[in-house]
């Protein structure tokens, strides 16, 4: 994995952010494990709760293009466009790849000076899980 091009590709997709009410862009990049890069933006609305991350954006967009088979993203975030904070992923998020994705699945998240490599089963341990029929 080229660490440093999923990067670049989070820190591109945070400039489409859709984020007129927080004014916090975040930009998300998911590698499949075929090698694509599939990116999100977060992407606000007036009516709050529809609201949509950049991490499942990008998670949708791989999917809905048939990816199943996923091996990192890397994320970004800040306010006023600019890489201000580490972002994790919301509780929601972690579980929407949980679904696609085992404990060894990588999160990289770049506070604009490093990058803090975590897996989906450290930040997210346990998850909601209903047996498939
Ligand atoms: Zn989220």
Do not use: W
């Amino acid at each position: 994995m080229n660490e440093k091009e999923l990067i670049d590709s989070a820190v591109a997709a945070m400039k489409s952010s859709y984020s007129p009410y927080s004014g916090f862009s975040v930009g998300a990049a998911l590698l499949t494990c075929s090698g694509r890069i599939y990116t999100g933006c977060n992407i606000e609305n007036s009516s709050y709760s529809i609201t949509m991350c950049a991490e499942r954006t990008a998670l949708f967009k791989a999917l809905s293009e048939g990816e199943r088979d996923f091996e990192a993203i890397a994320i970004v975030g800040g306010r006023d466009g600019r890489i201000t904070d580490g972002c994790p992923p919301c509780g929601a998020c972690l579980q929407a790849m949980s679904e696609f994705c085992g404990g060894d699945f990588t999160i990289l998240l770049f506070d604009g000076d490093n990058v803090n490599k975590h897996t989906l089963g450290s930040l997210l341990p346990e998850s909601f899980k209903i047996k498939k029929q």
